[in-house]
């Protein structure tokens, strides 16, 4: 099976700062990789998918990157609302392997 | 638009049974995989396994095949998780998902809409 590291974990951050999570694969996961927000009492929210296209309506100041077995996550600039946990989610076959998540807090 | 609705809070007692439904609206309920995924108080996201609507077609994580059985209802718009045996490493927030993808094309990719969760606690 497929496993997901990501880091860091956690990240303390300022507003206005640029921020990169990093998500590495065990194995070649080529593009199936997605790129998620979850903010507390919420449900996930999709930011990326297919290593770097942007869901819509996602602020572009978020943006994804990567190939093979290393991926990365950039909010350029920091806003109050992006203050949230953040995983890495590699699908295949139906079957999703997330990331162990990355929280990103106030410094 | 898409939106998955479902079932509200479950107390549950250990050994007992769960079945939580998820409603979809905004979309042909048929044309895209349903996923459950979990997570437990203070953890990450942990895939439980999909629903093919269309056929019924299922496959579960390794972790959960003895426990687990996912179905759905096409007259609903509605799938269902039933959990057995049910443990209090069971508590958790229980969601839903429709992968990205029309199931025709045969390759997921990954969940785009999510139902808002279903919080389940099991306890004596």
């Known amino acids: 099976d497929i496993q997901m590291t990501q880091s860091p974990s956690p990240l303390s951050a300022s507003v206005g700062d640029r921020v990169t999570i990093t998500c590495r694969a065990s194995h070649d996961i080529g593009n199936d990789l997605g790129w998620y927000q979850q903010r507390p009492g919420e449900a996930p929210k999709r930011l990326i998918y297919?290593?770097?296209t942007l869901q819509s309506g996602v602020p572009s100041r978020f943006s994804g990157s990567g190939s093979g077995t290393d991926f990365t996550l950039t909010i350029s600039s920091l806003q109050p609302e992006d203050f949230a946990t953040y995983y890495c989610l590699h699908h295949n076959t139906f079957r999703l392997t997330f990331g162990g998540g990355t929280k990103v807090d106030v410094k | 638009q898409v939106h998955l609705v479902q079932s509200g809070t479950a107390i549950k007692k250990p050994g007992a049974s769960l079945k939580v439904s998820c409603t979809a609206s905004g979309y042909t309920f048929i044309d895209n995989f349903l996923y459950w995924v979990r997570q437990a108080p203070g953890q990450g996201l942990e895939w439980m396994g999909w629903i093919n609507p269309y056929s019924g077609g299922t496959s579960y994580a390794q972790k959960f095949q003895d426990r687990v059985t996912m179905t759905s209802d096409t007259s609903l718009n509605t799938a269902y998780l039933e959990v057995t045996g049910l443990r209090s490493d069971d508590t958790a927030v229980y969601y839903c998902a429709r992968d990205s993808n029309p199931a025709h094309l045969r390759s997921s990719g990954g969940p785009d809409y999510w139902g808002q969760g279903t919080l389940v606690t099991v306890s004596s």
């Open positions: 297919a290593v770097s």
